[in-house]
């Protein structure tokens, strides 16, 4: 018995407009309820796991919004009757997999039976478009309980702090300047993100190490796995990752084209894929992998074997 995946949806502008990260969680929610075959009340718990809003936004909790907007059983539940608790989880690209492990703790223990994940990134500096090192992105997971396959079994997560200055954004507090602006007039918040050279190397440094020392915690060797789903930043990271860990490019999930350099989303966009082409259905072992600042490392073991 264990937590399955029920459906996984990504998506992007394309850039035929610019949309708020409200509305790509939001398409993307609705778009994964409808391929599950679920209705927004069906949902127990909704995480959003996005990092990067328009304007910066920061309260109240864009879960709640998302929650609000999908019309997941709004307003308090009824004594004995069914709501839907939403919160905002914060961990970059690992934050997926974070969601994913609470998530799965509920679903075992019965607490909830329908779990969804919602995460979505635009660039938060509306007067500097472009600045921001990822693609615009919205995406959804939706997990359920099936007493047939274990699920997620494992999880790993392990930081190397000895590079966390090679990935830093933060809110810079930027003053209004002219001639007619007072001394003392307010400002606005802008985002930062600083990558530095040698990120995306260190990146694959990491995700090996971590990788290997979690395959041996659990006993296992690179080659019983038989799909990796990893969270692409770009190619400068999954194909060097993938010959340092010597798997076969036919045993990876390559994110759509129109995906790549996700940030957030970019664990569910490889889901998607993985779940397009086939290849989720078909392997016994699945491993997702997100690394990001930090640098953090997530990992989670998906088993699709009886219990």
């Known amino acids: 018995m264990g937590t399955r ?20 969680a939001d398409a993307a929610v609705r778009t ?26 920061g309260e109240p909790a864009l879960a709640a919004l998302i929650q609000e907007d999908i019309g997941a059983n709004l307003g308090q539940p009824p004594i004995g009757g069914h709501g839907t608790f939403s919160f905002d989880l914060a961990n970059g690209t690992c934050g997926v997999i974070n969601a994913i492990q609470l998530e799965a703790g ?6 909830i039976r ?11 500096n509306l007067k500097d478009p472009g600045s921001a090192p990822f693609r615009p992105a919205g995406g959804a997971l939706l997990l359920g309980w099936d007493d047939n396959i274990s699920g997620f ?36 918040s802008q985002m930062v993100i600083d990558s530095k050279p040698g990120y995306q190397a260190r ?14 915690r659990l006993g296992m060797g690179i080659g019983e796995i038989d ?34 350099g996700a940030y957030t989303t970019g664990p569910i966009a490889a889901l998607q894929a993985a779940i397009k082409s086939g290849r989720l259905g078909d392997a016994r072992n699945t491993l997702l992998l997100a690394a990001g600042a930090g640098i953090t490392v997530a990992l989670a073991l998906y088993r699709q074997t009886p219990p």
């Open 227 to 260: 799909l990796l789903v990893p969270a692409s930043s770009s190619p400068d990271f999954l194909d060097p990752l993938r010959l340092r860990l010597g798997i076969p490019g036919d045993r990876v999930a390559y994110t759509a084209e129109d995906l790549a």
């Open 106 to 111: 509920l679903l075992r223990s019965g607490v």
């Open 114 to 124: 329908l779990g969804a994940i919602v995460t979505s990134d635009v660039d938060p």
């Open 5 to 24: 995946i029920e459906a996984a949806s990504a998506l992007t502008s394309h850039g035929l407009r610019k949309l708020s990260a409200r509305h790509l």
């Open 153 to 188: 079994t494992d999880f790993g997560m392990e930081t190397f702090s000895e590079y966390e200055d090679l990935f830093v954004s933060g809110l810079v507090w930027q003053r209004r300047r002219g001639l007619r602006v007072p001394p003392r007039a307010t400002g606005q």
């Open 203 to 216: 990146l694959v440094d990491c995700a090996e190490h971590a990788t290997r020392r979690f395959l041996h």
């Open 32 to 57: 994964c309820l409808a391929h599950a075959g679920r209705e927004p009340g069906d949902v127990d718990m909704l995480i959003n796991a996005g990092i990067y809003r328009d304007d910066n936004m």
